[in-house]
């Protein structure tokens, strides 16, 4: 499956953005999705993930209360909605699939699509 991240920009400290991963196949809703996000000269991390049914859901602490991972299997795409954003939640944030539906930060994700820049001013 190819995967295609946008909705980044430049937005104020305390904003919001709604970033998109759209996906070119059906199978895209028998897949989980995960959101990760690499910031200048810092390793990628975890930011949130979502099995194939939706039905659960796992966020990294730092985005946890400001941040919700959704999807519209209908429309092949998984939603990260960005509330209440940080200084430090400026970084490029990238979608991945988990092949077997799960969802969390221990599972395999394959199939990275281009990231999306997102920038938050101070």
């Known amino acids: 499956v190819q995967l295609q991240a946008s909705g980044g920009g430049l937005v104020q400290a305390g904003g919001s953005l709604r970033l998109s991963c759209a996906a070119s196949?059906?199978?895209?809703?028998?897949?989980?999705l995960g959101w990760f996000r690499q910031a200048p000269g810092k390793e990628r991390e975890f930011v949130a993930a979502?099995?194939?049914?939706?039905?659960?859901?796992y966020y990294a602490d730092s985005v946890k209360g400001r941040f919700t991972i959704s999807r519209d299997n209908a429309k092949n795409t998984v939603y990260l909605e960005m509330n209440n954003l940080k200084p430090e939640d400026t970084a490029v944030y990238y979608c991945a699939a988990d092949y077997f539906g799960g969802a969390g930060p221990g599972r395999e994700y394959k199939s990275w699509g281009q990231g999306t820049l997102v920038t938050v001013s101070s």
């Open positions: 196949e059906r199978t895209f809703s028998s897949y989980g």
């Open positions: 979502i099995n194939w049914s939706g039905l659960s859901t």
